[in-house]
């Protein structure tokens, strides 16, 4: 919460390809802790489940399961079959996945958790 005012500041770094990606990731950590901070703009990241850079795609991807949304779920479904690997850091540890993994664990989020609005 000490940081919430901060939040919308990170939003102007998505415009730069060179920065998108740590963009989403550093977003996605922060709606994995409190989405409510980020759901109201939900619809300002769903384009990036579409960029032509498949570790934006893939931190978009877990973004959206990070708010359950459900929103996104079409897209989502969409790169199911993505094959291109990102690394994502849970559980005290670096996980490698493929962006249509993390695709499918965001709809299996979205589809066991209410959304929140």
Do not use: C
């Amino acid at each position: 919460e000490l940081f919430a005012g901060y939040i919308p500041q990170l939003y102007q770094f998505l415009a730069n390809e060179s920065l998108r990606e740590q963009t989403l990731q550093t977003i996605g950590r922060i709606a994995k802790s409190r989405p409510d901070l980020i759901r109201k703009v939900t619809f300002h990241f769903i384009p990036y489940l579409g960029d032509s850079d498949p570790k934006s795609r893939g931190y978009a991807a877990w973004l959206m399961g990070n708010l359950y949304a459900a929103e996104a779920q079409d897209e989502l479904k969409n790169l199911r079959e993505d094959s291109n690997d990102i690394y994502i850091y849970e559980n005290g540890e670096m996980e490698k996945k493929t962006v249509g993994q993390v695709a499918s664990e965001a709809l299996i989020k979205i589809s066991e958790q209410k959304p929140l609005h």
